[in-house]
């Protein structure tokens, strides 16, 4: 079992920044990848960025050049750093952890509602 706490600020303006982080604890050696996801309203839930045990990281193109993932494998945490915002990035941001072993697991972070507004 994983369990993912997240943190970090909800609310942003447009053109600023949030920081998003998620902290693994528990079996921590079964992760082979580690991101974050969002769900806009009315939306389907998407992949923002992604990041796997060897370090290497994929972004949507959405947030290509705005968003950036990063980790501290000291700390098992996960960062979302989030730049240049707009309010089209407004959504529930949710922090996921894969376990590939067998048919594969997901495990969920608690969802943070993220705000940007002027």
């Known amino acids: 079992q994983v369990q993912l706490v997240e943190a970090g600020g909800g609310l942003g303006q447009p053109g600023g920044s949030l920081r998003r982080s998620c902290a693994a604890s528990g079996s921590i050696n079964s992760i082979s990848s580690m991101g974050w996801y969002r769900q806009a309203p009315g939306k389907q839930r998407e992949l923002v960025a992604g990041?796997?045990?060897?370090?290497?990281?994929n972004h949507a193109e959405s947030v290509k050049g705005g968003f950036t993932i990063s980790r501290d494998n000291a700390k098992n945490t996960v960062y979302l750093q989030m730049n240049s915002l707009n309010p089209e990035d407004t959504a529930v941001y949710y922090c996921?952890?894969?376990?590939?072993?067998?048919?594969?697991?997901?495990?969920w972070g608690q969802g943070t509602h993220v705000t940007v507004s002027s």
């Open positions: 990041i796997i045990s060897g370090g290497s990281t």
């Open positions: 996921n952890a894969h376990a590939a072993a067998g048919s594969g697991t997901d495990y």
